[in-house]
């Protein structure tokens, strides 16, 4: 079973950039599909982006096309989310999961194992 711990949040001014980190350890990760995900206060969490456990084949949800990219580096067990030209509204708890599943990455209703997030504020 893998776990997972989120780093990378933080405060930042609109239109800066952060690059999150999904580290695992307890399994291989490149065997699991990855989704981060966001909540933001009193909104439902919604999936923003993921990488297939198949071919490497990502989604991106609308809002954020463009502005993030999503990748692995298996050498160090991690998935990265790089998050550019970030707006207020990207403020949330990102988190990220994994799912061993050969779903394709965006039903992101099938994720099995989470992290514990960690916090993203966009503000001036």
């Known amino acids: 079973q893998v776990q997972l711990v989120e780093s990378g949040g933080g405060l930042v001014q609109p239109g800066g950039s952060l690059r999150l980190s999904c580290a695992a350890s307890?399994?291989?990760?490149?065997?699991?599909?990855i989704g981060w995900f966001r909540q933001a206060p009193g909104k439902e969490r919604e999936g923003v982006s993921c990488i297939s456990n198949t071919d490497d084949s990502t989604y991106y949800r609308d809002s954020v096309k463009g502005r993030f990219t999503i990748s692995r580096d298996n050498a160090k067990n991690t998935v990265y989310l790089q998050m550019n030209s970030l707006k207020p509204e990207d403020t949330a708890v990102y988190y990220c999961?994994?799912?061993?599943?050969?779903?394709?990455?965006?039903?992101?209703?099938?994720?099995?194992?989470w992290g514990q997030g960690t916090q993203v504020t966009v503000s001036s």
């Open positions: 307890g399994d291989t990760l490149d065997n699991y599909r």
């Open positions: 999961a994994a799912d061993l599943r050969v779903y394709h990455c965006s039903m992101f209703d099938y994720y099995a194992e």
